[in-house]
């Protein structure tokens, strides 16, 4: 089983704050890194796919980094908004085309 | 296009009985694939299911089966319920190996 870990677990800030979580996975047979957004109540949302190291992905507020050779990616949010609010999750996909899953980091924005 | 369906949303069973819970991919997309999620833990992969075949298989017991119809809609079984089954089940589809999953809204199921 391969192990894809994101950090922190849960996060609260304030509006406006900016943030930032990881998500680490093993560097070999790397194929994609996958971000999603999560609300309650809702489904995953895909965010970003990246494939090549040194990949920077934006998408207003948000973006990410993408580090292969150290098996690491960022995700950064600017100016954190109470919609902003949810459970942030990557997946790692290798070659073998299956997807592996973070446990997510849980972000609240206090307004 | 229509996003990724399942049905049904919510669903009670009593442990020992079996039940099927079905999803429809987006047009196009071949590749379904199926997910558990219960407190504290992360998406959990069941298997997938791409042209009718299954292609990946995670680490669940033998109660846990699928399919998938020429259609691409895929259906997952769990028979003998547990306690422990209960849980959201979450299906996907894509297009291709490893592109971005879509998920549908998922199934609760709560096993009394």
């Given at each position: ?35 999603y957004r999560w609300e309650t109540a809702k489904s995953p949302e895909?965010l ?34 109470p919609e902003d609010s949810a459970t942030y999750l ?14 997510g980091?849980s972000l609240t924005v206090?307004? | ?102 998920f549908?809204p998922g ?6």
């Amino acid at each position: 089983i391969l192990n894809v870990e994101q950090s922190p677990q849960s996060l609260h800030v304030q509006e406006g704050d900016s943030t930032n979580f990881t998500c680490s996975f093993p560097s070999s047979n790397f194929y994609a890194l996958h971000w999603y957004r999560w609300e309650t109540a809702k489904s995953p949302e895909a965010l970003f796919v990246m494939t090549l190291n040194g990949d920077e992905k934006k998408k207003g507020r948000i973006s990410a980094t993408l580090n292969t050779k150290e098996g690491y990616s960022y995700l950064y949010i600017k100016g954190s908004q109470p919609e902003d609010s949810a459970t942030y999750l990557c997946a790692f996909s290798g070659t073998g085309n299956q997807f592996y899953f973070g446990t997510g980091t849980s972000l609240t924005v206090i307004p | 296009k229509a996003g990724v369906t399942q049905t049904p949303r919510y669903l009670i069973k009593t442990r020992g009985q079996q039940v099927t819970l079905s999803c429809s991919p987006i047009s196009g997309h071949r590749s379904v694939s199926w997910y558990q999620q219960t407190p504290g833990q992360g998406l959990q992969f069941l298997f997938e299911y791409f042209s009718e075949t299954q292609r990946n298989k995670g680490n669940f017991p033998g109660r846990f089966s699928g399919r998938q119809f020429s259609n691409s809609r895929s259906e997952m079984n769990v028979s003998t319920l547990e306690l422990g089954d209960s849980a959201l089940y979450l299906c996907a589809s894509r297009t291709e190996p490893a592109e971005t999953q879509y998920f549908g809204p998922g199934t609760r199921l709560l096993v009394l």
